[in-house]
């Protein structure tokens, strides 16, 4: 209940914050409609050429790369913004003070800081996205709370992925770039991962688990979901989490300010 | 101008050292805007077997492949550092110095290449391992050097273009929403993630005219020997054009806002 409530009022905070800059915050919610228009558009011209990729049809690819828009907008909600700031907190030798605070260190890192900027995506795209299920045919209850579970242990696991990759700024110091970087590895999930070999399949379930992304929400909307996966997705849920706690605890203990 | 040089190397090699003060953070470099390009090709190599393209298996291949270098030799800052500067009121401190701030920019400009080209080796070793039969370049000498001209075309097109837009900061006192916009076109008509063959007719018409064709795609496609003569020609003569008209603007521009400019606090 206490970190609730420090949850809501950190969210207030930034979103008074940025009430000092409305004129901004309209022009960010502009700028970050963008990338989901280039999304589409790319789709479109890929699907000018054919009907199908990788016996994935256009409004089957389409709803990936819708999942795939919202999921980078629910995941820059707190958990990248919180983390890119953190990395850059050790080389300036802030990074003591969030020691001496009385709350779960963790959390402080993870919901440092909350970005407004993304929730005319996040919208937008699920507009579209319940537009396409529709167009599909009858809806399935069941179908969209799996697609939805799924749909948020991708953000679990990416949430973890990126908090083990800023944690290594214990010994980097400096990421350069952090920001881009996360980008990157979140572009992975903008096409099914079924149009690439076996081995690279691989390597986008287990490793870096952008199928859990859009691929598995996709394939959970339309009904063709192997419930193995929603196992398998809770189970490295877990596995992820308690990793990224001991790497946490790990690096915590060899860490050495520059400056206090 | 041997003045302008001096300054040049002196802040490429102030940017070296600073981008080497913690080399191991470079490792986020190696992927850097390389994974949108490379996933756009396996989607037009898994097309390509299903339809009849206007680039080979080949072509396309090599075409990628190439704008991961081509992208990173032209990549610009400016509008982030310069647009930073003024809005946060730091850019005073550039204007009471003993040279035009344009050359700290280009040195910095180039140093941030260099340093962002050397995590890019391993990727393209990498790559060009496993694709190696499929690689086909132009590597005749005078392929090779309409192609090294057209990454020069390329730089200065990119950095008046990026410079010109930092000056709207002054105007605008935001720099965030110049940046995106610049960005968000250059990814549609620059060919960093659609080669400009495989676009409908509408947006290749545009793409063709933009100055952000000369970012990859101009030098992409002289590489993989896709521009006839003509095209190559009349190519040069709008990257001219462009850096001219680019730097024309941005001296009249950057005097006006000069005339208007105050900053607090430094």
Redesign the interface.
């Known amino acids: 209940m206490r970190y609730l409530r420090l949850i809501i009022c950190l969210m207030r905070y930034h979103f008074l914050r940025i009430l000092e800059f409305r004129?901004?915050v309209v022009?960010?919610w502009?700028?970050?409609l963008?990338?989901p228009i280039?999304a589409l558009?790319?789709t479109n011209?890929?699907f000018?050429?054919?009907n199908?990729?990788?016996g994935w049809t256009k409004n089957e690819v389409l709803l990936v790369v819708c999942l795939q828009e919202i999921f980078i907008g629910v995941i820059w909600i707190f958990a990248i913004p919180s983390l890119i700031d953190f990395a850059k907190l050790i080389?300036k030798g802030d990074f003591d003070q969030l020691l001496l605070k009385p709350v779960n260190l963790r959390f402080l890192i993870t919901f440092n800081k909350f970005e407004f900027d993304q929730y005319p995506r996040i919208f937008i795209m699920a507009y579209i996205t319940s537009k396409i299920l529709m167009g599909f045919g009858v809806v399935n209850m069941i179908n969209i709370i799996l697609g939805v579970v799924i749909f948020f242990i991708g953000v679990i696991l990416f949430y973890n992925l990126y908090f083990i990759i800023s944690t290594t700024t214990f010994?980097?110091?400096?990421?350069?770039?952090?920001e881009?970087?996360f980008a990157?590895?979140m572009?992975?999930g903008?096409?099914p991962v079924y149009?690439?070999n076996n081995g690279l399949r691989f390597l986008l379930t287990y490793v870096i688990p952008a199928a859990f992304m859009s691929t598995f929400p996709a394939q959970a909307f339309l009904g063709r979901l192997n419930i193995l996966y929603l196992i398998l997705g809770i189970f490295v849920c877990v596995v992820s989490f308690i990793f990224s706690q001991w790497f946490w605890n790990f690096a915590l203990k060899r860490y050495s300010s520059a400056s206090s | 101008m041997h003045k302008h040089l001096r300054l040049i190397y002196f802040f490429v090699k102030t940017e070296l050292a600073s981008?080497t003060?913690?080399r191991?953070?470079?490792?986020?470099?190696i992927?850097?805007?390389?994974?949108?390009p490379l996933?756009?090709m396996?989607?037009?190599l898994?097309?390509s077997g299903?339809?009849a393209?206007t680039l080979s298996q080949s072509q396309i291949i090599s075409y990628y492949i190439i704008t991961l270098l081509i992208a990173r030799i032209t990549q610009c800052w400016s509008i982030e550092d310069v647009g930073k500067e003024i809005r946060r009121g730091n850019f005073s401190s550039r204007l009471i110095k003993p040279y035009h701030y344009i050359d700290e920019e280009w040195g910095s400009t180039l140093g941030k290449k260099i340093v962002r080209l050397i995590p890019l080796i391993p990727l393209l070793s990498v790559l060009a391992l496993i694709f190696n039969r499929s690689l086909s370049y132009r590597t005749d000498s005078e392929s090779i050097l309409l192609f090294l001209l057209s990454l020069i075309l390329g730089i200065f097109v990119r950095f008046y273009l990026s410079n010109l837009l930092a000056v709207f900061t002054f105007w605008l006192n935001?720099y965030?929403?110049l940046e995106?916009?610049h960005n968000?076109f250059m990814?549609?008509f620059s060919g960093h993630?659609?080669p400009l063959a495989?676009?409908?007719v509408v947006?290749r018409t545009v793409a063709e005219v933009s100055p952000f064709r000369f970012f990859i795609s101009f030098p992409a496609e002289i590489a993989i020997g896709l521009a006839s003569p003509e095209a190559i020609v009349s190519g040069f003569g709008v990257g001219i054009i462009y850096i001219l008209g680019f730097r024309i603007l941005y001296n009249y521009l950057l005097t006006a806002a000069l005339k208007k400019f105050t900053a607090y606090g430094q």
């Open positions: 004129t901004e022009s960010w502009i700028v970050n963008m990338w280039l558009l790319s011209i890929i000018g050429q054919v199908s990729v990788a080389p010994w980097f110091t400096k990421l350069h770039n952090l881009d970087f990157d590895i572009n992975f903008r096409y149009i690439f | 981008h003060q913690y191991l953070g470079m490792v986020t470099w992927i850097n805007g390389a994974i949108a996933l756009m396996f989607i037009w898994v097309v299903n339809a393209l935001e965030h929403s995106f916009l968000s990814e549609i993630l659609l495989l676009m409908p947006l």
